[in-house]
């Protein structure tokens, strides 16, 4: 079994981190308005979906806990703005907002309650969005469908680990803490991994 899911698991990292398109150099503004407008188009439609309106706006500074936690917040408007000042480089720096947004949100929303799950599975959707959104933007040889699937897979089984619980507590709250906080934790844990670090591979966003 465990042989299977390092087969598995190697068999979607190079599905998400292989496509030569999404490393490929994009041209000056003035040289490829075309590629430019296409990454604008895409996120001026999922900005247009009702069901995305979560993603639009800026989290408001009223949430404190929110920038405590969430190291690189982001929003449509600013991966917008970032399309209309020709800030990417490459595919992939888009790739990479637009999933930083959407770990952002599967990150600060742990909880089993109906408000944090309904924004959950709000980025679980614009995650399958996106990735076949992309695929008109980027014209590799990887399925986007195989990805959809893989990464709807992944995200059915942190669903369930996020429902775990033991004497009525969320056990993975106690993975999202910083290990800094914990001063025998380097003692006992030699290959620390962080909530936040599973969530940004299960979306892809890490570099190839």
Do not use: W
Not at 13 to 20: A, I, V, W
Not at 107 to 113: A, H, K, P, Q
Not at 152 to 173: M, N, P, S, T, W
């Amino acid at each position: 079994m465990y042989a299977s899911l390092q087969r598995y698991t190697r068999f979607f990292r190079s599905l998400m981190f292989t496509c030569d398109n999404l490393e490929a150099k994009l041209e000056p503004c003035g040289q490829a308005s075309d590629a430019f407008e296409s990454l604008r188009a895409v996120v001026e439609e999922l900005m247009r979906t009702p069901s995305y309106d979560l993603f639009v706006d800026p989290v408001p500074r009223s949430c404190a806990d929110y920038y405590q936690l969430i190291e690189t917040p982001i929003c449509f408007r600013d991966i917008l703005r970032k399309t209309q000042n020709c800030r990417y480089k490459s595919v992939s720096g888009f790739q990479r907002d637009v999933f930083t947004l959407i770990t952002n949100c599967l990150y600060y929303n742990m909880l089993d309650d109906a408000d944090q799950t309904n924004n959950r599975k709000q980025a679980y959707s614009l995650h399958a969005a996106f990735l076949r959104k992309l695929a008109a933007v980027d014209s590799g040889s990887v399925d986007k469908e195989d990805l959809v699937q893989l990464a709807q897979a992944l995200f059915g089984v942190l669903e369930a680990v996020y429902k775990v619980r033991a004497h009525d507590f969320q056990l993975i709250r106690y993975f999202a803490v910083d290990p800094k906080q914990l001063p025998d934790y380097e003692k006992y844990v030699k290959k620390p991994i962080q909530l936040r670090a599973i969530l940004v591979g299960a979306a892809g966003a890490a570099d190839a």
